[in-house]
């Protein structure tokens, strides 16, 4: 682990192309909710079962105590993903599963609402993750994953420079079912 005063701390926007990037904060809330919401069923065949009061104000702010606790133990980065040109919450992307040591990787995982997908703003905050993770973070590699089925989001990950590599039988429990993956992975440049 990185003493704390290396650290970086990503307080503020990360800049993309037309989105930017920061940490979710309190006043989020009501849009990431309303976000999901109205994405829900676009969303959950991707994702795990959502807690029956996921949109609560008050689960967003223990997903928010979370997010400080992983940020301060240098294992998890999350993000939440603005357009640049009205600042409208288009959706989120987390750098996770970060390890030092010997490893030096993390994962990246993603979502946007279904009234911003296929507009180019996933793909977007992927490669402004990446930058951050190799750039600002120091980690030699990265790894994703997903269903079979979802070719929009591998597509994406091959459109960023990862690779494909290998496939995993019963990786995550998504929706319910536990889910085989489609796994992939990012060198850092030399």
């Known amino acids: 682990m990185l003493p704390s005063f290396l650290k970086p701390r990503p307080t503020s926007r990360l800049q993309g192309r037309t989105v930017y990037l920061r940490p979710p904060k309190l006043s989020d809330h009501r849009a990431w909710a309303s976000l999901r919401g109205r994405s829900r069923s676009f969303l959950e065949p991707w994702e795990p079962i ?33 357009r640049r040109a009205d600042d409208a919450l288009v959706g989120g992307v987390r750098l996770f599963h970060v390890r030092r040591g010997v490893a030096q990787t993390g994962t990246i995982g993603y979502w946007i609402g279904e009234p911003f997908a296929r507009q180019g703003h996933a793909r977007d905050a992927v490669e402004t993750v990446i930058r951050f993770a190799f750039k600002g973070l120091g980690l030699h590699r990265l790894e994703a994953a997903c269903m079979p089925e979802n070719t929009p989001s591998a597509a994406l990950l091959l459109k960023c420079g990862f690779s494909e ?26």
Request: net charge negative; hydrophobic share 45%; glycine share 6%.
């Open 50 to 82: 959502w807690p029956e009061h996921d949109l609560t104000r008050a689960a967003f702010r223990s997903r928010l105590a979370a997010y400080a606790r992983e940020i301060e133990l240098d294992e998890a980065y999350p993000f939440f993903i603005f």
């Open 165 to 190: 590599e290998g496939y995993a039988r019963a990786y995550l429990k998504i929706n319910g079912d536990w889910r085989d993956h489609r796994l992939f992975g990012l060198v850092a440049p030399e």
